[in-house]
């Protein structure tokens, strides 16, 4: 609390309380301390004083988050701020790039993940994650499903294959456009079935975690429409982090929302509440338009 | 004045059209040159292109025609006995003439009539010359004049420099296809005149390989044997050899470059792999021939197999080497090119590094790599000098790669090379196998070409 501004008297702390509850700016512009509740009822990912390296450059600074279980969180913020970098920690798809360095503790169902045992293939199998831009295979459709379970054999035989197939693309809402069309390659599809066929997927390693940067940036409106409903279908069964750029989305598709600031979580908390009474003024900026 | 004084004062009038052209333009408009519909330098352009090209075409053809007239001019007042010659003696008192206008004989040497007529022919070139220079460079000068008068204000001068510049382009482009066009026609030519002494069956499918041929009628043996199987085989033979240490070699090299290896080993490991497509292959011909082969033999020797001292395994083997890099530099580029974005899919899915190279990354490069393995076939087909070095010469019909063998391009060297007929079959049985070779590389560039387009897209 050290960082709220002395603009009432120290003696009434009642009225400083209720300043808060009404959302009046309490809080120092200058502040990078995290607003808002980082734990979560039902913790499913447990991050602690993150920091992430590029190099010399920091990306990432003291950050502590938690995701619960069958909750969607997504990160906003202006670009470059850090958001994509700490969605791409949670499965360690940063390891790919050489000059990156991890500290800091995240747990996934306790587990730290960067411990010296951790294996990134179940991990990764574990926490699935969807891109920017779509990126089939060069593949056929069917093959583009089946890959996952193929490499983790979760499918004895090719009855239960098909059916792990048909499942996921039911789940991804492109079956009825695909059935017929199985064995042509992935890549013809248009720009939002790709992306819905790479969610299928994911979702065929039955992963429990799902991570999407951005997943909607590169397709219409549309598209963009039938992506953010699979979301709140696919809510039920798995946990979904999504970055994303547009703050309706965000609004829509989420119950918790983290905006981020130059490497900094800043504020963290119930969708309804960022979007309608922020509290750090860096967030209001934001959500308001006036920054990012 | 000889054609490159000429040359010189045709650029020197280029550069004075062109500031008479700017000139002009800038005072059509009295200085007020945004009025101009071309910038000023355009119209200079516009005026020095038309100050050369006209003047230029009609030195060139001047001096194609110069020739054949003063043949004609020099013969007709050669002595009635010489102009009676047949057509062959005739050339060489011609080119007797010529020496001595050249210098490249002494005139002390010559009789009295090939003197008269070499004076005769260097004050008709001199005359001709002074002519050509004088009309040459009234056309520069009177186009030059010409173009001045049509510049006005209005005149589109960009639009005709871009269309010139344009046809400039047009002809360099197809420069390479016409010289292409020039060499099959020539091998086709001098491939049919073989053909019309050796069978076309004969030649591809004969398995006998001799092409010596009596060069006098008392001359006994060599009645001479075209067929060309054994080089055929000889060729199959050696590239075999060569791709079986190229491409798992070359292949390995990219997948590790690409993937695995840290971007300063990749740094120094490339260029220096890159190095070995830059040695001369004569260096590589006596490495195969002096230590490669020797220690081949020795090695089976002593392992009790008879090995010739000069085997296709040393030379298939030296020229696999020396085709790594075209196989690993071309698939590295094209495994590289695979995007990072399917790299992260496989990835994200828990794929391992070998899954993902062997499961995404491969497939997605494959035409690619299989265009690169296609250009190092073909370069292994048409290479020469190692094999004329390493290989050996006799036309063995064998598989065995301890043997010597002898392939296409070698016995294409060794047809012509010394002092030869050039009707013979023996020489134009080069021209014939140079045709095969060229229909072989050519279909497997094709080929290659075909693969790589087809499937290029497929992850864009």
Known sequence: MSYIRESVPSHSMKRQTLSNVLGMKKIDRESRETVGAITSSDTRISCRNVNVFYGEKQAINDLSLDIGNNEVISFIGPSGCGKSTFLRTLNRMNDTIPSCKVEGEIKIDDKDIYHRDMDVVPLRAQVGMVFQKPNPFPKSIYDNVAYGPRIHGLAVNKTELDEIVQNSLIKAGLWEEVKDRLDEPGTGLSGGQQQRLCIARTIAVNPEVILMDEPCSALDPIATAKIEQLIAELKERFTIVIVTHSMQQAARVSQRTAYFHMGHLIEVGDTNQIFTNPVHPLTEDYITGRFG | MSPSILLILLLILAYVGFYAGKKRAVGCVEGKVKFLHSLPGFYGFYVSLWSVIPALLITLIWLIVEPVWMTQAVTAQLPEEMINLPPERLNLVLNDIRNVVNGSTL?????????????????????????????????????????????????????????????????????????????????????????????????????????????????????????????????????????????????????????????????????????????????????????????????????????????????????????????????????????????????????????????????????????????????????????????????????????????VTVQIVTLLVGDQEFDSPKTLAAFALGLVLFVVTLMLNVFALYIVRKYREQYE
């Open chain 2, 107 to 407: 005139a002390t040497q010559s009789d009295s009539v090939i003197l008269d007529a070499a004076s005769h022919y260097e004050s008709l070139q001199s005359l001709s010359h002074w002519l050509m220079a004088i009309v040459t460079i009234g056309l520069s000068m009177a186009c030059m004049w010409i173009s001045c008068q049509r510049i006005h204000q209005h005149y589109r001068a960009r639009n005709a420099v871009e269309k010139a510049v344009t046809g400039g382009m047009v002809i360099c482009s197809t420069i390479a296809i016409f010289t292409t066009l020039g060499i099959v026609s020539s091998v086709a030519y001098e491939s049919f005149l073989f053909f019309q002494s050796v069978p076309v069956f004969d030649f591809l499918f004969g398995l006998d390989w001799s092409p010596q041929t009596a060069m006098r009628s008392d001359q006994v043996g060599s009645s001479g044997a075209f067929g060309a199987i054994p080089l055929f085989t000889g060729t199959l033979l050696v590239s075999l050899i060569a791709m079986l240490v190229a491409v798992p070699i070359g292949l390995m090299s990219a997948i590790y470059l690409s993937e695995f290896a840290g971007p300063t080993f990749r740094a120094t490991a490339k260029p220096t792999l890159e190095i070995l497509a830059g040695i001369p292959t004569v260096v590589y011909g006596f490495f195969a021939a002096l230590t490669v082969a020797p220690f081949i033999r020795e090695t089976g020797e002593a392992m009790g197999l008879s090995v010739s001292s000069e085997s296709a395994l040393a030379a298939g083997l030296v020229m696999g080497v020396m085709i790594i890099p075209f196989v690993s530099s071309l698939s590295d580029d094209v495994i590289n090119a695979v995007p990072q974005s399917l790299r992260d899919g496989a990835y994200a899915l828990g794929a391992t590094q070998a899954e993902t190279i062997k499961q995404i990354i491969f497939p997605a490069a494959l035409p690619g790599i299989v265009g690169s393995i296609l250009l190092a076939v073909s370069r292994a087909i048409g290479e020469t000098m190692i094999l004329v070095m390493a290989a050996g010469l006799s036309a063995n019909l064998t598989f065995n790669p301890f043997e010597a063998v002898t392939t």
